[in-house]
């Protein structure tokens, strides 16, 4: 697994993931399960790499254009 995720891009994913984890934890609705989405956008943050953007061909990683 190449990382395809640059940093930039990493930062945003994360803090997508904790704000959709923590809207998850905080409400008192039966839609908050969406916000389990989150964990999604934090996995592919910490690893740096996503499958989709694997799949369509896109890199923001700067460290594989050197």
């Known amino acids: 697994m190449k990382a395809n995720v640059g940093a930039l891009d990493k930062g945003l994913r994360i803090a997508a993931g ?11 609705h039966p839609a908050r ?6 964990i999604v956008p934090l996995a592919t943050g910490l690893f740096g790499y996503c499958p989709l953007y694997a799949l369509l061909g896109f890199d ?3 460290l594989n254009k050197a």
């Open 33 to 38: 399960w969406l916000g389990l989405i989150g």
């Open 60 to 62: 923001t990683c700067p």
């Open 18 to 28: 904790v704000v959709l984890l923590g809207i998850a934890a905080l409400l008192d």
